[in-house]
C-alpha cells in the first residue's frame, strides 16, 4: 500500500508539474505574440482607413454610375429647354448691348471717314491719301434669326464683336491720319486688330470636353445636334451654356473698353451704397433691437445706363445687440412671441469660379441659370484654396486644399450669422442658395454684409448690387423687401477680390418691428 501511494504521489506531482510548465509556455507565448498597444493602435488605424478608402470608392463608383446615368429621351429634351431657358434671355440681352455697340462704332466711323474723305490734300500727297473703300466695305454682322438657339445668339455676338472691332481699327487709322495729316490707306493697313476673340462654338465644347468628341445627333435639341443621353452629358452641356454666357460677358467688357466705358459705384462700405437686399426667413424669432441705415447709391451699368436702388433709411444697426440676441432660422411666422432680427445661416453653397481679379457681373455661372444641385461643373477655379473650418470674418482658418476645377454644391451651416464659401481663395466667384418660408405675405427688413462685393436675387428678381471692395459689416446694407406667402428663393452671389476673408451676412426683420 505504502508503495502504490507513493508512486500514486510522485504521477500526480509530475502531472502537476507538466500542465504548470505547459501554461507557462503558453502564457509566455500569448505575452510574446500579444501586440504592443503601438501597435495595435497602428492596426486599428490601418483598419479604419482600410475601410474608409472602401467606403470612399464606393462611394466615387456611385457617383460615377449615377453621372452615367441614362436619361429618357423626353425628360432630356425638357432638361435641355430648361436649361437654356434663361441662357437664350441672357445672350438676348447681350445681343441688344452689342448691336447698340455696333451701331455707335459705324457712326463714328462713317463721321470720321466722311473727314478723311473731304480733306484737302497737300501738294505732293498720293492721288489715293483719301481713299477709304476698305474701311466702307467692312461687312456688317447679320441679326440673328427669330427663335435662335444658343449657337446661333453666340454666333452673331461675335460677328458683332468682329465688326466693332474692325470698325475702331477704322476709327483709330482715320484719327491719325487727320491728325497727322498722313495716308488714310497707309496708316489703316499698318494697324492690326486685337487677337483677343470669343472662341467659336466649336472651341468652346473642346474646351468642355477637353479635347474628347462629343456624339451629335440629329434628334436633339441641343446647340448643335449635341447628344444628351445621360446625366454626364446634360452637366457637360449645362457647362458649355456657362462658358458660352461667360465668353459674351468677357467680350463685352473687352469691347466696352473701346468706347471708354467707366463703371463706377456708390460708396459700399458703412452701410452706404446700392440698397435694396431682400430677404428672409426663420424657424424663429430674434431678438435683437435697433434699425438699419442703407442709404442710396448708384451703379453705372455696362453701356452707361444706370441703376437706383433705394434703400431703407433708418438708424445704423446695433451691431453687439444684434449679435447677442439675433436667432438662426429660416421660417418666419408673425404669430412667434419674439420679433428680434433674424439670420440665415443655412445655405447651399458652390465655388469657387475663376474672377480673374474683375468684378464683372455680366460674366454669368451656371447658379444664376439654373439651381440644380445634382449638377456637377468642371469650369472651376484650378489650384489651391483653404477650406474653412471657422467662419471668422476676419481670418482664414482652415486646411489647405487643391482644386482641379470640379464644383459641386455643399450644404453648409454656419454657428453664427456669418457666412463662408465652401473654400476661400482670391479672385474668385461664390453663389449660396437657399429658401426662405413665410407663412404669409411680408414686407421685411434685409441687412445684408458681404466681404468683398456682392449681387442678390430674390424670387428671380434682381434686388441689389454692391460693386467694390469693403469691410464686413452686418449692417453694409438694409432695404425692404416683400415676401410672398409661402416659399420664398434667396440667390447670393458673393466675389473675392484679393486672398483674404470672404463671406457673407443675410438678416431679416419685420419692418414695422424695428424699433422694438
Given amino acids: 500500500m505504502t508503495k502504490t501511494t507513493t508512486g500514486s504521489s510522485r504521477l500526480t506531482v509530475f502531472l502537476s508539474w507538466l500542465i504548470a510548465l505547459i501554461c507557462f509556455a503558453g502564457g509566455a507565448l500569448y505575452i510574446w505574440m500579444m501586440p504592443s498597444p503601438d501597435q495595435e493602435a497602428m492596426n486599428l488605424h490601418m483598419k479604419q482607413q482600410k475601410n474608409q478608402n472602401s467606403r470612399k470608392n464606393l462611394t466615387e463608383k456611385m457617383k460615377q ?39 455707335t462704332m459705324r457712326r463714328r466711323k462713317d463721321d470720321l471717314l466722311t473727314k478723311v474723305e473731304k480733306r484737302k490734300l497737300p501738294w505732293g500727297a498720293p492721288d489715293d491719301a483719301n481713299d477709304t473703300s476698305k474701311a466702307r466695305a467692312i461687312p456688317q454682322a447679320d441679326n440673328p434669326p427669330v427663335n435662335a438657339s444658343v449657337e446661333e445668339l453666340y454666333s452673331a455676338l461675335r460677328d ?51 479635347g474628347n468628341e462629343w456624339m451629335t445627333s440629329a434628334s436633339s435639341n441641343a446647340s448643335g445636334g449635341l447628344q444628351i443621353e445621360s446625366t454626364a452629358d446634360l452637366n457637360n452641356y449645362r457647362g458649355l451654356l456657362g462658358q458660352a454666357t461667360r465668353q459674351a460677358g468677357l467680350a463685352q467688357s473687352r469691347l466696352e473698353g473701346l468706347f471708354g466705358a467707366v463703371r463706377q459705384a456708390g460708396n459700399p462700405g458703412m ?44 438708424s445704423k444697426l446695433s451691431k453687439e445687440m444684434v449679435r447677442a440676441q439675433a436667432l438662426p432660422g429660416r421660417r418666419f411666422s408673425k404669430d412667434a412671441k419674439r420679433k428680434g ?45 483653404i477650406a474653412e473650418t471657422d467662419s471668422d470674418p476676419l481670418k482664414v482658418i482652415g486646411d489647405e486644399v487643391r482644386l482641379d476645377g470640379t464644383l459641386r454644391w455643399k450644404f453648409m451651416q454656419s454657428e453664427s ?30 441687412a ?69
Fill in 65 to 103: 454610375e449615377q453621372a452615367q446615368r441614362a436619361l429618357p429621351a423626353n425628360y432630356a429634351r425638357q432638361l435641355v429647354e430648361q436649361s437654356e431657358l434663361l441662357v437664350k434671355k441672357n445672350l438676348g440681352e447681350q445681343i441688344k448691348k452689342f448691336r447698340t455697340m455696333v451701331e
Fill in 160 to 210: 458683332y464683336e468682329a465688326e466693332i472691332q474692325q470698325n475702331h481699327l477704322a476709327v483709330n487709322a482715320a484719327k491719325q491720319s487727320l491728325s497727322k495729316g498722313q495716308s488714310f490707306p497707309e496708316v489703316y493697313s499698318s494697324l492690326k486688330a486685337g487677337v483677343s476673340r470669343m472662341p467659336g462654338f466649336d472651341e468652346l465644347i473642346k474646351m468642355q470636353l477637353r
Fill in 271 to 314: 452701410g452706404q451704397g446700392n440698397g435694396k437686399p431682400g430677404s428672409g426667413g426663420l424657424g424663429g424669432s430674434g431678438n435683437g433691437t435697433g434699425s438699419g441705415m442703407g442709404g442710396s447709391g448708384e451703379v453705372s451699368a455696362p453701356g452707361g445706363g444706370t441703376g437706383t436702388f433705394s434703400a431703407y433709411s433708418g
Fill in 341 to 385: 432680427w433674424l439670420y440665415i445661416n443655412t445655405w447651399y453653397m458652390i465655388g469657387p469660379w475663376e474672377s480673374f481679379g474683375r468684378e464683372d457681373f455680366s460674366i454669368v455661372h451656371p447658379p444664376e441659370i439654373s439651381i440644380d444641385f445634382d449638377a456637377v461643373y468642371t469650369d472651376g477655379q484650378v489650384g489651391t484654396g
Fill in 417 to 446: 450669422m456669418h457666412n463662408v464659401p465652401p473654400v476661400t481663395t482670391g479672385h474668385s466667384t461664390y453663389y449660396a442658395y437657399t429658401e426662405l418660408y413665410f407663412d404669409e405675405a411680408t414686407t421685411m427688413l434685409v
Fill in 448 to 516: 445684408i454684409g458681404t466681404d468683398d462685393s456682392g449681387r442678390v436675387w430674390i424670387n428671380g428678381k434682381d434686388v441689389w448690387r454692391d460693386y467694390g471692395t469693403s469691410w464686413y459689416n452686418i449692417d453694409e446694407h438694409i432695404a425692404p423687401f416683400q415676401f410672398r406667402q409661402g416659399w420664398n428663393k434667396v440667390l447670393v452671389r458673393l466675389e473675392n477680390g484679393g486672398g483674404g476673408a470672404c463671406g457673407f451676412s443675410f438678416l431679416i426683420i419685420p419692418q414695422d418691428k424695428t424699433e422694438n
